[in-house]
């Protein structure tokens, strides 16, 4: 169950660790487990106010619009480090970019919470929410190119989908749980400041208890790195689409989060149930994920996001839409939409794979294109709320945004493997 090379100073980016037994089959690599428990605790302090913000705002007098372009310039900030994350890597160093991460989380962090928040001071509240925000995407993404440096292909899938699950787990499920138990106990900056706990104990699991130590092949400016990935952009028209497909992937939960407060009580659903129907489902992604990871590992990476990611996620919209006109308040029914959504979900996770793999020459590039459609998700999403509702309705922006979810299974068929092309 050791390294492909028995002396961890002669490694270099493209070494791969090679899994037997009970790790292969979970498809897990044992030598960066300490780093996924570290991507959970990290993404739980770093977002542990997604899901009340807004209402937090709304509450201290901002208008929507003002909600908005704060949600607007953080989603642009996120797409842009999300970006640089994969070329960043390939000349800092994956270790000094994550710790640079950690750094820059408590620098937007102690501001906001200390001074713009209480005082109500919007310009320098969008300026330090901004600077927090980009500190998870360059942790997480980093991390995530460390995985595909390290991870054999016969267990990439599965092992980019426990990387996606840890995600999922502290942003969607761990956090908003915490924050309901925390908010009525201690209010809401404490809150905000006990995140600080995890962000820190997430650092350490990442890179103190993680023991790995991958060489990066150094030499190379900055300047000649983001040139290159730009250059990547233009010249390889299959990453145009490999960005398209996976900024399409998370659009349907940036917006869901919008539309559904706003949809649902029209036909007697609490706030209290959708959040509650919400977690449950994010329950259904975790299991859903791994599943789609060995299947993206079993039958190709690229054939399972054909066949079940838009397909699934795309009839999910649907179902959503007309749920609630055919069985009224019914939390089962309701329930049953937004789970096949989130099955759907899982199965985008092969994109992660399968994106870095296309180039397999010039992988950091790669991951930089899949981190920004990544990060374009959490603009995209809100966008096409901001630019459908008031034309078509609810409902017209869930069949927008169904539409866009079959449009990316299409959008995929051209996304193969060098050896198959």
């Known amino acids: 169950m050791g390294p492909v090379c028995s002396r961890r100073s002669k490694m270099t980016e493209h070494s791969v660790y090679i899994q037997h037994g009970l790790w292969a089959r979970l498809g897990l690599p044992r030598e960066l487990s300490w780093g996924f428990i570290g991507i959970f605790l990290f993404i739980t302090g770093a977002t542990i106010e997604q899901s009340w913000l807004a209402s937090m705002l709304q509450h201290r007098g901002f208008d929507a619009f003002h909600i908005s372009l704060l949600s607007s310039v953080f989603g642009l900030c996120v797409a842009v480090v999300s970006w640089f994350s994969g070329i960043g890597a390939g000349?800092?160093?994956?270790?000094?970019?994550?710790?640079?991460?950690?750094?820059?989380?408590?620098?937007?962090?102690?501001?906001?919470?200390?001074?713009?928040?209480?005082?109500?001071?919007?310009?320098?509240?969008?300026?330090?929410?901004?600077?927090r925000g980009v500190a998870y995407p360059l942790f997480a993404y980093s991390f995530l190119v460390w995985i595909n440096q390290r991870c054999e292909p016969r267990i990439l899938g599965r092992a980019v989908s426990w990387f996606w699950i840890a995600f999922g787990v502290g942003m969607t499920i761990v956090g908003p749980w915490y924050s309901g138990v925390?908010?009525?106990?201690?209010?809401?900056?404490?809150?905000?400041?006990?995140?600080?706990?995890?962000?820190?104990?997430?650092?350490?699991?990442?890179?103190?208890?993680?023991?790995?130590?991958?060489?990066?092949?150094?030499?190379?400016?900055?300047?000649?790195?983001?040139?290159?990935?730009?250059?990547?952009?233009?010249?390889?028209?299959?990453?145009?689409?490999?960005?398209?497909?996976?900024?399409?992937?998370?659009?349907?939960?940036?917006?869901?989060?919008?539309?559904?407060?706003?949809?649902?009580?029209?036909?007697?659903?609490?706030?209290?149930?959708?959040?509650?129907?919400?977690?449950?489902?994010?329950?259904?992604?975790?299991?859903?994920?791994?599943?789609?990871?060995?299947?993206?590992?079993?039958?190709?990476?690229?054939?399972?996001?054909?066949?079940?990611?838009?397909?699934?996620?795309?009839?999910?919209?649907?179902?959503?839409?007309?749920?609630?006109?055919?069985?009224?308040?019914?939390?089962?029914?309701?329930?049953?939409?937004?789970?096949?959504?989130?099955?759907?979900?899982?199965?985008?996770g092969p994109l992660s794979a399968l994106i870095p793999s296309l180039l397999p020459d010039n992988k950091g590039a790669a991951i930089s294109c899949l981190n920004l459609g990544s990060g374009l998700s959490n603009f995209v999403g809100p966008l096409i709320v901001t630019l459908c509702v008031a034309p078509f309705g609810v409902e017209g922006t869930l069949w927008v945004i169904a539409i866009l979810y079959f449009a990316a299974s299409v959008l995929t068929l051209p996304l193969k493997l060098p050896e198959l092309r």
């Open 91 to 131: 000349v800092l160093g994956l270790r000094r970019l994550m710790w640079a991460a950690t750094a820059v989380y408590f620098i937007g962090s102690i501001p906001f919470i200390g001074y713009a928040l209480p005082q109500g001071n919007y310009p320098l509240m969008v300026a330090s929410y901004a600077l």
């Open 182 to 348: 925390m908010l009525p106990a201690i209010g809401e900056t404490a809150t905000l400041l006990s995140g600080f706990v995890f962000v820190v104990l997430g650092a350490v699991c990442a890179l103190v208890l993680n023991q790995d130590r991958p060489e990066v092949e150094q030499g190379g400016s900055m300047g000649a790195a983001l040139s290159e990935g730009i250059r990547v952009l233009v010249r390889e028209p299959t990453m145009r689409l490999a960005v398209i497909v996976k900024t399409i992937n998370d659009i349907g939960k940036f917006s869901l989060v919008i539309l559904m407060p706003v949809y649902l009580p029209h036909f007697g659903f609490s706030i209290a149930q959708w959040l509650t129907i919400w977690g449950l489902v994010n329950v259904v992604n975790i299991f859903a994920s791994y599943f789609f990871g060995w299947l993206g590992d079993t039958i190709g990476w690229r054939n399972t996001v054909v066949w079940f990611s838009g397909t699934l996620c795309g009839l999910a919209m649907l179902a959503v839409c007309y749920t609630p006109v055919l069985f009224g308040n019914s939390e089962t029914a309701l329930f049953c939409a937004l789970a096949l959504y989130a099955i759907g979900l899982g199965a985008f």
